[in-house]
């Protein structure tokens, strides 16, 4: 059984800082694209940022410049630094993993619980 753990989350100051963490674990051969995504109350979940197994990463636009995501390819384990917060930035962010759990075949998405971020004025 392979699962997706956030953490982090909580009430951050507008203008403050706050670091997310999903870690994978269960059965996991190889993790390819990592990913973080919200979704803020009566809207539709949004893209934040991934990062491909190699490193390489995408931001949405609204984020560009105040989120960093990266990871730690040996703890099976994603990050999200956010800087610079907004009170737009307050959703519930979910973090996203295609996983392979052989050394054959595709992987599939799995999805982490969610973790809210509140960003208060």
């Known amino acids: 059984q392979v699962q997706l753990v956030e953490s982090g989350g909580g009430l951050v100051p507008a203008g403050g800082s706050r670091r997310l963490s999903c870690a994978g674990s269960?059965?996991?051969?190889?993790?390819?694209?990592m990913g973080w995504y919200r979704q803020a109350p009566g809207k539709q979940r949004e893209l934040v940022a991934t990062?491909?197994?190699?490193?390489?990463?995408n931001y949405a636009d609204s984020v560009k410049g105040r989120f960093t995501i990266s990871r730690d390819n040996a703890k099976n384990t994603a990050y999200l630094q956010m800087n610079s917060l907004k009170p737009e930035d307050t959703a519930v962010y979910y973090c996203?993993?295609?996983?392979?759990?052989?050394?054959w075949g595709l992987g599939r998405d799995y999805w982490g619980q969610g973790t809210q971020v509140t960003v208060s004025t």
């Open positions: 269960g059965r996991i051969f190889r993790i390819n694209d």
């Open positions: 996203n993993a295609n996983i392979r759990i052989t050394n």
């Open positions: 990062i491909t197994n190699g490193g390489s990463t």
